[in-house]
């Protein structure tokens, strides 16, 4: 299950039922499978429930440490984020060592992953989303969740980013040049791989002609230029330079 999960997230049905699930008492074999005949079908949020009956009818059953991660991927199909991942949570406390242990770490951080937001809000899923891809990348960093956990994290860190770039133009704008200047800061320090690191060097240069830091300014125009040359934001900046800080050297 483990080894193919990744292709199954992308094409898995993402249906489901909202009816009951009636305690009636089955044989192990005979619940699991109904449970992943509904998997099968799309009814993902049903099978979720007939997994978790798996482990209720029998929870020392082989069948019920099966039956729990199968339960968190249903949940996760279903978008049922939550539920996935308390599902995944209450599987490595039980089973920590388990040989499927990375999955149910690589199916937390996929949960929160799929819950990030744009960047006009709060970023406390975003953060979330970070610190579990990069505990995957920590604790299994051969195996395939790892590597994908790697890619998604490039795309967490450039949305951490822009958030970043969002709240210091925010305050330029506000005049609040300071305030700014540390978050253009912040992202220059911490997110220099992203793809907004050029702007946020423009940005500085900017905000230290504006506090009269025109050495400053010219020093982030030049850091700008030797690491991205061909920016349209190197342009801006050169033109900035030139225009209100000429002849001046970089401190």
């Not at 998997?39 to 099978?47: E, F, I, N, S, V």
């Not at 978008?79 to 308390?86: E, K, L, R, V």
């Not at 819950?115 to 990069?134: H, P, Y």
Request: proline share 3%.
């Amino acid at each position: 299950m483990a080894a193919s999960t990744i292709v199954l997230a992308g094409c898995a049905s993402r249906g489901g039922g909202n009816e009951d699930v009636a305690y009636v008492a089955r044989d192990v074999e005979t619940l699991y499978s109904a449970a992943k005949s509904r998997l099968d079908r799309g009814d993902t949020k049903m099978a979720a429930a007939l997994f978790d009956e798996v482990e209720r009818q029998h929870p020392y059953s082989p069948w019920a440490r099966r039956a729990q991660l199968m339960s968190a991927f249903s949940y996760y199909v279903a978008q049922d984020y939550n539920q996935a991942i308390s599902s995944a949570q209450r599987f490595l406390s039980i089973h920590p060592g388990n040989k499927d242990a990375p999955y149910a770490y690589y199916l937390i951080a996929l949960s929160y992953y799929e819950q990030i937001s744009d960047v006009q809000r709060d970023q406390k899923i975003t953060e979330q989303a970070r610190t579990a891809l990069t505990e995957v990348t920590r604790r299994f960093p051969n195996t395939e969740y790892s590597a994908d956990a790697r890619l998604k994290l490039d795309l967490v860190e450039d949305h951490l980013a822009g958030k970043e770039m969002e709240i210091g133009r925010f305050y330029q704008n506000s005049g609040m040049w300071l305030a700014a200047q540390l978050r253009f800061q912040n992202v220059v320090e911490t997110y220099q791989t992203t793809s907004h690191a050029p702007e946020a060097l423009y940005r500085l240069t900017e905000c230290s002609l504006a506090l009269g830091l025109k050495e400053e300014a010219v020093k982030f125009a030049a850091v700008l230029g030797a690491n991205y040359p061909g920016s349209e934001w190197y342009d801006k900046a050169y033109q900035l330079v030139n225009k209100h800080a000429p002849g001046v050297q970089a401190s």
